[in-house]
């Protein structure tokens, strides 16, 4: 009965350690995108390019495709590729230029708090509000709950009455609508918009759940798998636990010799279990948070 209890915890404790692995692979997967996948935003480093038509200063920009040393304005569907916002010459602390300039030269900063362009085409914008790419590209506007990514956040307010410097009549889908645009302080970074409305399927309180605890918007697959994985936890856990437990007692009530090495064995499944528990929840923390 010792030794089969003995094959019990070593089932168990190779079923633990494998999950410990499982959920620190994933856990690293999702605290490290950058290793698969480049970024698109600049950091505190003001870079210099060669600008595009139509790009002003204080705009929004990213760069032309297949020409990444030109800049162009920012489309609103494009947002993932925004390179940053035009600043002027002295707000640069360190510049990098170009491999080759051929145009006029302007610089792109990717972080921080400059002056940026917006418009009131999502209402009036206040200090504190998340901002998204408006219709006009180049230009912001305050975030709305269906974008999702923000480019930062005003530091401003902008009610499309006072400090106006030009209006625009906005095309398409949007034709006859005409905003203003002028020039607020903003702390740009990008980064998903914690106002998004989720449309996952899941009841409110799971979602409500995932983001108090990540403190963001978290998107419908990380809630799926962060579930997934707090289920097999537990249920490792579970069968540790119990497992552990239950043999403890049969063995001893057979072989009451034995006592001292079941006990320690039950001692050790318990643990596994505890460590399997801890890894599993720290592991879910980090699928939503990061």
Known sequence: MHMRFAKL??????????????????????AHPAAAAGSNTQGTVVQSYNAGSGVLPAMLVRAQPKNPNTVIPLAANDVGYMLGVVVPTNNAPIVLTPQSATAQQILVAGSGRYNLLVSNQNGVVTSGDYLGVSA???????????????IGRAAGNFDGRSNVIGTESLRGSLSGITVSIGYIPADIQFGPNPLLHHNNNLPGFLTKAADSIANKSVSKIRIYFSIAVLLVTLYIAGSLFYGGAHSSIVSIGRNPLAKKAISRG????????????????VGVYLILDL
Request: glycine share 10%.
């Open 9 to 30: 915890r070593d089932r168990h404790y190779a079923v633990g350690s494998l999950i410990i692995l499982l959920v620190l692979c994933s856990a690293f997967d999702m």
């Open 136 to 150: 006009i590209p180049g230009i912001a506007m305050r975030a709305g709950s269906s974008q999702a990514q923000v």
């Open 266 to 281: 039950l001692v050790q499944m318990i643990l596994i279990g505890l460590i399997t528990l801890v890894v599993g929840v």
